[in-house]
């Protein structure tokens, strides 16, 4: 054999692992292995439990009577359109704008104030009821496990004259 020619295991065959390779360091490093496993699940559940649940109410109104243009004349009103045959499609077209619209109904007062009341539950509370409901879904309960807390946010000042809900 000539001093030149390499061996048929060469640096490539150092870095394989085998599978008993990667048994024998699962066996040395079982415990390391436990240990991160059950911080990273205790880590997961602490994060997934302090999320407070989000509840979204979505409303619409509409006008007692109807319109043929669609839009009620306090509006069109409001933005210095009314009267005006011709004017009705160009109040239209600017009550689409959300830049538009938004400081007048601030400036009139036609949305609700919504007030924080400040009363907030703690992390505990909110894992322990957490933990609640899922124990009533794993049960398959009919029923509500929790009480309906008080609310955190009230609406004052609704005011929307000539609409009714639908």
Known sequence: MNGHEQSTQGPRDELLL??????????KKKRMILLCGLIL??????????????????AMFREREKRGAGLS????????????????????????SRQVIEPIVRKHHLQASITDLGKKRGRLH?????????????????????????????????????????
């Open 18 to 27: 085998s599978l008993r390779d990667l048994w024998q360091i699962i066996r």
């Open 41 to 58: 699940s205790f880590l997961s559940c602490m994060l997934t439990f302090q999320k407070g649940i989000v509840y979204e109410a979505e």
């Open 73 to 96: 004349s306090s509006f069109t009103d409001l933005l210095g359109f009314g009267g005006r045959g011709g004017a009705q499609s160009e109040a239209e077209a600017m009550m689409q």
């Open 126 to 166: 909110r894992i322990y009821d957490h933990i609640k409901v899922q124990l009533a879904h794993l049960k398959r309960q009919k029923t509500p496990c929790l009480a309906d807390p008080d609310p955190d946010l009230v609406c004052t000042s609704v005011e929307y004259q000539g609409e009714c809900p639908k």
